[in-house]
Each structure stands twice: as C-alpha cells, then as structure tokens.
C-alpha cells in the first residue's frame, strides 16, 4: 500500500510560482511512474503531468506545458511539480497519483493510488 501526502499549495498572484511535493509514508516511489492531476469547483479531474518510474520521460497537459516541470528526487521518494507564471485558471485542487504500468499515463482510472490533494488559489 503507497500512502502519498501532498504539500506546497496555497495562494499566490497571477504571474507567481509554487512547488507542489509529493512524499510516500514509509516507501520508495521509485517503482511507480507518478502523476499530477488537478480538479477545479464544478469540473472533472483532469491531467496535468506525469513522469515514468526512471524520470527519463516527462508528459504534460497542453495547458501547461511550457509552464508546469514534473520531477522526482534521485531517491525516488518525492515527485515535484514546479508551477511558474500560474493563471487564475490554474486555481483547483491539485493531486499526485501512483502507478505500477509500464509507462506513465495521462487516465486517471490507470492511477490506483492518491494524495489527499492540495488546494492551489491564483488570484489576478
């Protein structure tokens, strides 16, 4: 059992950055590609960013690409998710999730294990 607790939200200006972690109770990530996901009041979860188990391949939203960095430590115990120039848009509840496949995917159902979420407010 993969127990992720997420950190690093708050509320920032439009134009700021934050850096979301995402840490395992008691056991190496370094078996499970890792993913961001982020639902905002009203909407569906959606994809924001994965990265494999290695951290050799990287797979952002459209939304964020250019913006948003996925990483994770030599460790293999925390992912990151480095969010720069954030809009009001980006405003929701931001998730990392765990997966055992062979590659690092963008369906949330493919995900069997989740953070509680932390709440990320862009103010304009």
């Known amino acids: 059992q993969v127990q992720l607790v997420e950190t690093g939200g708050g509320l920032v200006q439009a134009g700021g950055s934050l850096r979301l972690s995402c840490a395992s109770s008691?056991?190496?990530?370094?078996?499970?590609?890792m993913g961001w996901f982020r639902q905002a009041p009203g909407k569906e979860r959606e994809f924001v960013a994965a990265?494999?188990?290695?951290?050799?391949?990287?797979y952002y939203a459209d939304s964020v690409n250019g913006r948003f960095t996925i990483s994770r430590d030599n460790l293999k115990i925390t992912a990151y998710l480095q969010m720069n120039s954030l809009k009001p848009e980006d405003t929701a509840v931001y998730y990392c999730a765990a997966n055992l496949g062979s590659a690092a995917p963008s369906s949330s159902w493919e995900y069997a294990y989740w953070g509680q979420g932390t709440q990320v407010t862009v103010s304009s």
């Open positions: 008691g056991r190496t990530l370094s078996a499970y590609n």
């Open positions: 990265i494999s188990r290695t951290g050799g391949n990287q």
